[in-house]
């Protein structure tokens, strides 16, 4: 089946638009700034981009409420911005300083925000899956209509630990979205290498479990759907899978050589398919913006990842100290999961 287009509707407000222009832009400046600092030295270790995929995140969060929570793999910087985490704090983390979520212990993989409801940053292909099933868990038991967005990439998806995350998700009837970002490689694996049936959402059958496949480049589809996926889940019905079809424009992670792909490949995609491009194009034509407003918006959004960049750069590195601490839980959190 072909990803599901969004109807484009007219009555979409400017403010609606305004909105996801801007959430979107700040992902891409953030991540184009991130590229920056690594190759300046001052993130160590991994550091997985998410520049191509921000209407995923931002089509999501826009039909999340309050309560609802988040969980996903190593690309996640996109994931923290779109729930409205700080992003002074999240550089500092990148840049392993104390203002950091982790207190700079974390990196870019590990890093959570209890009041935000995001739940990390999952370094182990997959691991976020079973664990997210667990936070619907706790939502069902409350008995509240809260829902999990679970992301996963088309790697991950074959993934044993995903079936069985499947299988009782939907025997229990779990308030959990799956959301497969299918950005076309896992690495520098294609889709089409690695598996032999490519509607990965279509899976979800075997199970029980409805699902569809959704235009990931196009933000007010990833809404439409997501909305689907969410009163599906509010209701009491279970599970829901949205496989998003989206790309990722960098290397897997920075010292990605890119040998799988052509240049070309990824020059199309940004020329025909960018997601800030579509929501711009719409903004223009409609007339809710001009030029000069849409550049007025962007050098705003500059201005703040430059002083993200800023706190992260002045921010300490932690004391030597830090290294005995948050390493076992000392006390056991009843409530507020
Ligand atoms: C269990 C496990 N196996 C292998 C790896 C190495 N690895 C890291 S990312 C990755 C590819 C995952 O691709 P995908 O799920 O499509 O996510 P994407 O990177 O495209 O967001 C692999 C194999 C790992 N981290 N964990
Ligand atoms: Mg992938």
Not at 243 to 251: A, D, L, Q, S
């Amino acid at each position: 089946m072909a990803a599901k287009k969004s109807s484009k509707k007219p009555n979409i407000s400017k403010e609606e638009l305004l909105g996801y222009y801007e959430d979107m832009l700040l992902i891409r400046r953030f991540e184009e700034k991130a590229g920056q600092l690594y190759g300046m030295g001052l993130i160590g270790g991994f550091c997985h981009l998410y520049i191509g995929q921000e209407a995923v995140v931002v089509g999501l969060e826009a039909v999340a409420k309050d309560g609802d929570k988040r969980i996903t793999s190593y690309r996640d910087h996109g994931h923290m911005l779109a729930c409205g985490m700080d992003p002074g704090g999240v550089m500092a983390e990148l840049t392993g300083r104390e203002g950091g979520y982790s207190k700079g212990k974390g990196g870019s993989m590990h890093m959570f925000s209890k009041e935000k409801h995001f739940y990390g940053g999952h370094g182990i292909v997959a691991a976020q899956v079973p664990l997210g099933a667990g936070l619907a868990f706790s939502d069902k038991y409350k008995g509240n209509d809260n829902v999990t967005f679970a992301y996963f990439g088309d790697g991950a998806a074959n993934q044993g630990q995903v079936y069985e995350t499947y299988n009782m998700a939907e025997l229990w009837d779990l308030p959990v979205v799956f959301v497969i970002e299918n950005n076309q490689y896992a690495m520098g694996t294609s889709v089409q290498r690695s598996t032999k049936s490519p509607s990965l959402w279509e899976r979800g059958a075997a199970y029980g479990i409805e699902g569809e496949a959704v235009d990931g480049m196009d933000v007010l589809a990833v809404k439409e759907a997501g909305a689907r996926a969410t009163e599906h889940c509010r209701a009491g019905n279970g599970p829901y899978i949205l496989e998003v079809k989206t790309y990722r424009y960098r290397g897997h992670s920075m010292s990605d050589p890119a040998k799988y792909r052509t240049r070309e490949e990824v020059q199309k995609m940004r020329d025909e398919r960018d997601p800030i491009e579509q929501v711009r194009d719409l903004l223009l034509t409609g007339k809710h913006a001009s030029e000069d407003d849409l550049k007025a918006i962007d050098k705003d959004i500059k201005a703040r990842v430059n002083a993200s960049a800023d706190f992260a750069k002045e921010s300490p590195e932690p004391d030597l100290s830090e290294l005995w601490t948050d390493i076992y839980a000392t006390e056991i959190p009843q409530e507020n999961v």
